[in-house]
């Protein structure tokens, strides 16, 4: 579940007041306060905070430790919930970037990064992760890759990273029918049927991913 009344704990730990903290991230204060009480918010947004605060987006989600200076000794379902969250990433299309042990709460943070493409588990692998689960995991026709990784993971995590991918796609939509506008304009190409059609095929996908890149309560 996401926390976004930490915000409030960055502004006084940043010594920046709420409405300065607005400003900077181009809303207005009373945008941000709705924000925080609806407890919701687009991914990139959540990301443009996150790096206004210089944290981690997980820090909405999890506490931090920045102790990582110790060997330390884990159980074993610690250590196969970390096999299965990396596995379930992965086929979400996210590489662990970043490993780090909470001594507070005895767990790992774990931080991803987008991959350049997603992964498919091969019959190998799917039987590593049947032995995990403790249940016989097959690919069919009825499912793919993203079926076994709600398996692996909980659901706010297939919420946030379903949120964090559909972001993307959502950009690379936008960028291009970017593209296609200004090699219209730049070229005085007359906007046919067929031009219109594509603009607004792309029109509907930036809506669908715009509808789909929300996290938080009202998700």
Known sequence: MVYLFKIRELCEKKGVSMKQAASDLGMTEQSLHKLIKANSTKIDTLLTIADYFKVEPAYFF???????????????????????KVLAYSIHGFGLIKLEWNNNEQKFNTYFDILDK?????????????AILERK??????????????????????????????????????????????????????????????IRELNDKIKHYESKSIIGTNK
């Open 137 to 198: 995991i097959e690919l069919t026709n009825n499912t793919n890759p993203k079926d076994i990784s709600k398996l692996l993971m909980t659901k706010d995590e297939f919420n946030f990273t379903s949120a964090y991918y559909y972001s993307i796609k959502k950009g690379q939509a936008q960028e291009e029918l970017q593209k296609l506008s200004s090699f219209i304009d730049k070229h005085n190409i007359p906007v046919t049927e067929s031009i219109k059609r594509d």
């Open 118 to 130: 997603q992964y498919v588990p091969t019959g190998e692998d799917l039987e590593y992760i049947s």
């Open 62 to 84: 999890d506490s931090h430790s920045g102790d990582t200076n110790q060997y330390v000794r884990i159980k074993k379902e610690e250590f196969s919930g970390l096999i299965k």
